[in-house]
Nanobody, 122 residues
Framework: QVYLMESGGGLVQPGGSRRLSCTAS?????????LGWYREGSGEERELVAS???????NYGDDVKGRFTLSKDNADNTVHLQMNSLKPEDTAIYYC???????????????WGQGTQVTVSS
């Protein structure tokens, strides 16, 4: 049983900033995993926003590079997604994701949060 608790969604103006947080808790007995965020816009497929592995390796989606930053608090398995210079096209449901994987990056399984809405609009 893995629980992903999300916070930080809401309405923000274009050019503004927002911070999402996700805390993983429960039966986490994995030595190798990635924790981060995916998003799903209206009528679009779910796509990677940002993730970070237990070894500190980060990965960002092309559309958010240079604007979003993912950081990790190792002590409590929490990640923070700092979103700056937000655009209307960033509007989506954002899902926290824990991906169990090998040290080579091979996917073994996924756990998902319930999703939090981020709306960028004037």
């Amino acid at each position: 049983q893995v629980y992903l608790m999300e916070s930080g969604g809401g309405l923000v103006q274009p050019g503004g900033s927002r911070r999402l947080s996700c805390t993983a808790s429960g039966s986490i007995f994995f030595s190798s995993y990635a924790l981060g965020w995916y998003r799903e816009g209206s009528g679009e497929e779910r796509e990677l926003v940002a993730s970070i592995t237990t070894t500190g390796k980060t990965n960002y989606g092309d559309d958010v590079k240079g604007r979003f930053t993912l950081s990790k608090d190792n002590a409590d398995n929490t990640v923070h997604l700092q979103m700056n210079s937000l655009k209307p096209e960033d509007t989506a449901i954002y899902y926290c994701n824990l991906r169990v994987q090998t040290e080579d990056g091979l996917r073994l399984g996924d756990y998902w949060g319930q999703g939090t809405q981020v709306t960028v609009s004037s």
